[in-house]
Structures are given as structure tokens and as C-alpha cells.
């Protein structure tokens, strides 16, 4: 089956340390994504990927880092400095090239900064 | 600057009503819009994509439509059952660019 995979689904952190959140494709798509979701504030970009090799910043970039070495794989990683970072985070893909091409989501992955 | 908004926040009727949601968007210069649902806990289910050529799209008991010229787009679900509850959200991809707006969604509640 095609699809997105996040993973870990739940994970805890202490402050001061970074972790890095996974996401796998096996659609074939070129862009990707990744979204933070807090109650009350909807879906926020934090960066996303329209090609290997090469990321931009969304609107809240701050004190997260991504990489982009592989079509497949678009791992996030929650360093330090992000403030808050208690949070939902999906990640999405969709076919690149295409402006009209429909998104699509994984299952999610749960971030608890203990 | 794309802004998407969707009201109500919170919406419950009895099982077995028709319903509709609404997405409004204030620039309508878009490629397109997509509807998704979202169960508690879960990631977001591409429900619906309407391109900015298409007047609506369905898909089983939905039915999406779009009217670019007002801002509008509404989702209708026929026949509501218990396991319609969840999280709908609209999403608009404008011209010129790169990211989905989307809005803060309409948590829907069947009733049996």
C-alpha cells in the first residue's frame, strides 16, 4: 500500500535535548512537507521540499531543521531552541510539478517535552 | 495575504440529517481546494480536491462545490451516520503560492 509513515508516534523529550521525528513516502512524490497543530491554532507550516536537495522555510521555522537527501525521506528534527515544542506534527506529501496536485497526510507524530 | 475561515467551529445533529460545512476564502485567485477530515489523535484524510476549472467533485455521500467569485466552498454530507463525527478542514492552494492556507475546521457531531 502507498502511503505516508511518521514515526515514532509518541514520543517524550527533556528540555535541552533534540530529537528527530521520521517520515517515509513510498508514492513517489516529490514535495513534501511538514506541519505543526496545536489546539486552537490550526495547521502551521514549519518547512517543506519541493526536490532533493533542497528545502525552504515555512512560518515557523524557528528552532527546527530538516534535511532532504533521499525522494523518500523527510526526517524533522526539534532542536534546543524551539521554545515549545509540545506539539501534533504531520508531515504530507504531494506529486511535485503539479501546483493542482492533491496533498496527502501521515498518521501523525506526538511530541511531549517533559 | 490567503485567509480561509470555517463556521461554524462546532456543529452537531441527529443521525441520518443531511449537513452541510462551509469554507470561505478571501482571495480567489486559487489553484485549487481540499477538503479533509480529521478523527481525534489521527492525521488528515484527503476527503475531496476541487480544481479552480471544477464547479464541484463527490465522492460517495459527498459532495464539495466551489463558487471562486465569492470565496465560497461548502461541503455536503448526505444521509449523516455516527462515524461522519470528526474534524472537517478546507485547505485553498492560491496562485503564486508555494503552501496550503487552511482553515481551523468545523468539529462535526452525529448524534445516533
Known amino acids: 500500500d502507498g502511503g505516508i509513515t511518521q514515526s515514532p508516534k509518541y514520543l517524550f523529550r527533556k528540555e535541552g535535548q533534540n530529537v528527530t521525528l521520521s517520515c517515509e513516502q513510498n508514492?513517489?512524490?516529490?514535495?513534501m512537507y511538514w506541519y505543526r497543530q496545536d489546539p486552537g491554532q490550526g495547521l502551521r507550516l514549519i518547512y517543506y521540499s519541493q526536490i532533493v536537495n533542497d528545502f525552504q522555510k515555512g512560518d515557523i521555522a524557528e528552532g527546527y531543521s530538516v534535511s532532504r537527501e533521499k525522494k523518500e525521506s523527510f526526517p524533522l528534527t526539534v532542536t534546543s531552541a524551539q521554545k515549545n515544542p509540545t506539539a501534533f506534527y504531520l508531515c504530507?506529501?504531494?506529486?511535485?510539478?503539479?501546483?493542482?496536485?492533491?496533498?496527502?497526510f501521515g498518521e501523525g507524530s506526538r511530541l511531549t517535552v517533559l | 495575504k490567503q485567509e480561509v475561515t470555517q463556521i461554524p467551529a462546532a456543529l452537531s445533529v441527529p443521525e441520518g440529517e443531511n449537513l452541510v460545512l462551509n469554507c470561505s476564502f478571501t482571495d480567489s485567485a486559487i489553484y485549487n481546494l481540499q477538503w479533509f477530515r480529521q478523527d481525534p489523535g489521527k492525521g488528515l484524510t484527503s476527503l475531496l480536491l476541487i480544481q479552480s476549472s471544477q464547479r464541484e467533485q463527490t465522492s460517495g455521500r459527498l459532495n464539495a462545490s466551489l463558487d471562486k467569485s465569492s470565496g465560497r466552498s461548502t461541503l455536503y454530507i448526505a444521509a449523516s451516520q455516527p462515524g461522519d463525527s470528526a474534524t472537517y478542514l478546507c485547505a485553498v492552494k492560491t496562485q503564486g503560492a508555494q503552501k496550503l492556507v487552511f482553515g481551523q475546521g468545523t468539529r462535526l457531531t452525529i448524534n445516533p
Open positions: 508514492l513517489n512524490h516529490d514535495a
Open positions: 504530507a506529501s504531494r506529486e511535485g510539478g503539479r501546483n493542482t496536485g492533491e496533498l496527502f
